[in-house]
């Protein structure tokens, strides 16, 4: 039975009630996975934060430097994902995500396996970070098409979304505080522990799964890689809801990841932000993040889907300004940087549900593997290219000089917004299959 016959009755064009499927909290296996991916969301946030900072503090790098590590670490999803995602749509997924957690665990294991032998330098710590960028990649375009084959019922796709994304907000609200809490008592390259721990709890959590996922459907003719990475291409780029959100997500990943890069070199250089700091700030403003995913089920079902969409994704490009505006004393400053990430998080918060859903309603099972991986493509390449641009700007004309620039070139994002369709969208588009039809006439899937 395909997703498409799964469905109960078509959309109204109003946003959809509760659904009247068995709840998630009674599927345990969704369960077993969603613990995992948050204990390996958390472990991916102290990383996220040790890596530069094992680079600036024990290796002195340049602000070029560190936007090359953050390159690094994003990049990869530029030259592979969309040839993982064609192999993710031939193979099953759980295996995949399995390889690549547990390359991810000893690769991280080893920075402070390194850092003790005084083996660990510069060069090093930059190729692991692009390896476990590639591990990275073909986990990310694997988790989100498998999650359908333990979430059978379409119309609980907003609630998985909801849980992942609470689960997402959850490590952006702890992570940033235990990473400077750890990085400030065990040095940046030992923290790394932490995250090779939550791999490895996130590999248990996938053998423990016992539903069995579907083999992939036979392909109705030979299988050609050109031809499938460009049926991928085609299902995203001719949709207009899917192209809409995957160009403007490109849009507000390359202004997060610059703002956050900058941010980072801004209060490290120029204020003499200690790590425990920077952490509190990142995790106090995450806060943000998590209200975001808890309300967004609740939102969504009152307002308008497209108006939902509008409102959060304007909050994340409007988000970057307080941080430029800030000033005074620096209890002050300290607060409108929470205020701003705060913001920019709230919004990512519930935009991340509205997303998710609308690609997963967008997309026939068969393709999940290829839609997913343009899409992180795009947003992984706007990430990389925003860690690249943040270490080059700032290197020419200082952190807080490349930080109003990023945060004129976020706001100006939303006149695409306001233009999108999917800011016009009522509730979710039709059945996978009719989408892709609409999306293959150039007409609008709604």
Not at 39 to 61: D, H, R, W
Not at 73 to 94: E, K, S, T
Not at 237 to 258: D, E, H, K
Request: with cysteine.
């Amino acid at each position: 039975m395909t997703t498409a016959q799964t469905r109960t009755k078509e959309p109204t064009g109003e946003p959809a009630g509760e659904p009247t499927g068995e709840s998630l909290w009674r599927n345990a296996d969704f369960l077993r996975f969603w613990l995992g991916e948050t204990l390996s969301l958390l472990g991916t946030q102290v990383t996220n934060l040790a890596l530069p900072l094992t680079a600036i503090v024990a290796f002195e790098a340049t602000d070029e430097q560190v936007g090359v590590l953050r390159f690094l670490q994003l990049v990869p999803y530029l030259g592979l994902a969309l040839v993982f995602g064609v192999w993710v749509d031939r193979a099953r997924r759980r295996r995949i995500m399995l390889g690549a957690n547990l390359v991810r665990m000893v690769l991280l294991a080893l920075v402070p396996v390194l850092y003790w032998t005084d083996a660990l330098g510069l060069g090093a710590l930059l190729v692991i970070a692009c390896a476990v960028g590639v591990a990275s990649v073909l986990f990310d375009v694997s988790w989100m098409s498998y999650v359908p084959s333990l979430v059978r019922d379409p119309e609980r796709y907003v609630e998985a979304g909801a849980k992942m994304g609470m689960s997402s907000s959850a490590a952006d609200v702890a992570g940033p505080g235990l990473a400077g809490v750890l990085v400030g008592a065990l040095t940046a390259p030992v923290a790394l522990i932490v995250d090779a721990f939550s791999y490895l709890v996130s590999v248990i959590s996938l053998l423990l799964i016992r539903t069995p996922e579907p083999p992939p459907e036979p392909p109705a003719a030979p299988r050609h890689l050109p031809t499938e990475l460009r049926d991928g291409l085609r299902l995203v780029l001719r949709n207009p809801v899917l192209r809409s959100l995957a160009l403007i997500g490109f849009c507000c990943n390359f202004s997060m990841i610059t703002v956050w890069t900058m941010f980072l070199l801004y209060g490290t250089r120029d204020l003499n932000l200690d790590s425990t700091t920077l952490g509190g700030i990142f995790a106090t403003a995450s806060v943000g993040g998590l209200i975001g995913a808890a309300i967004s089920r609740r939102v969504i079902r009152r307002f308008r889907l497209g108006r939902v969409y509008l409102v959060a994704q304007s909050a994340l490009l409007v988000g970057p300004t307080l941080i430029v505006l800030a000033t005074g004393p620096r209890p002050v400053m300290v607060g409108m940087f929470v205020l701003s990430f705060f913001t920019t998080y709230l919004g990512l918060g519930v935009a991340g549900v509205v997303i998710v859903s609308l690609r997963q309603a967008s997309t026939p099972r068969s393709m999940m593997g290829r839609m997913t991986a343009v899409f992180r493509t795009l947003l992984f390449g706007g990430g990389a290219l925003g860690g690249l641009s943040a270490g080059l700007l700032s290197g020419r004309i200082g952190a807080h000089g490349a930080l109003t620039v990023a945060a004129i070139g976020s706001a100006t994002v939303l006149i695409a917004l306001a233009l999108s369709p999917v800011s016009r969208l009522r509730g979710l588009p039709p059945a996978p299959e009719e989408a892709v039809t609409a999306a293959t006439a150039g007409r609008p899937a709604s």
